[in-house]
């Protein structure tokens, strides 16, 4: 009997957390603003030097460690991903005709025109579609950030096509992402 209570707790629990996972209807759209996100940080990314980690004296006096390029370490990394759900949570799903939506960022969410509960609703659904895809590619996308072939220009093709799948390949190289063009509000 306990067991059978538990079993329709995890059910339910389970149940809840897929289904706000799984309410993006574009998973493409969604990801590519994602990356456009992540662009946005690779673009405004400032020149480092790179880590020392030579803090070790040997038995000469001599410094000993590595010399890191800033370019292929994990802190790079670490710097381009975090708090990039976080920062998804100011964007939204805003209806463009009958037929299309489109996922804007907004810059005040005071001086929004639609539903803020709504609104509010969709920021968080793409939030935690952004934690999950994270978390389905964050080790293979991080080894391509590290290996330099995460460039500004590519990240939607690298994020959304090769890794997450969720956009189909497109012949056209200029319509690539040019579907999937966000707004600000």
């Not at 995890?10 to 897929?18: G, K, Q």
């Not at 990314?45 to 800033?70: A, W």
């Not at 939506?101 to 920021?123: F, G, I, M």
Request: include cysteine; proline fraction near 1%.
């Amino acid at each position: 009997m306990m067991i059978t209570n538990l079993k329709s707790v995890f059910l339910v629990i389970f149940v809840i957390f897929a289904s706000s996972v799984y309410c993006i209807d574009d998973k493409c759209a969604a990801c590519n603003t994602i990356a456009e996100e992540l662009e946005r940080g690779l673009m405004n990314e400032k020149p480092r030097n790179h880590l020392d980690m030579r803090h070790r004296l040997d038995s000469k006096g001599q410094r000993e460690g590595k010399l890191i390029d800033y370019r292929v370490s994990e802190l790079r990394v670490v710097d381009l991903l975090d708090g990039l759900c976080e920062k998804m949570q100011d964007y939204t799903l805003e209806k463009v005709d009958s037929s299309s939506k489109l996922w804007t960022k907004v810059n005040n969410w005071d001086n929004l025109t639609t539903n803020k509960q709504e609104a509010r609703a969709h920021s968080k659904d793409i939030s935690t579609f952004c934690g999950r895809l994270l978390e389905e590619t964050e080790d293979e996308f991080s080894e391509l950030i590290k290996k330099g072939h995460v460039k500004v220009g590519e990240v939607g093709k690298v994020l959304c096509q090769d890794l997450g799948r969720y956009c189909k390949r497109t012949s056209d190289p200029q319509k690539a992402g040019d579907e999937y063009r966000n707004t600000e509000l």
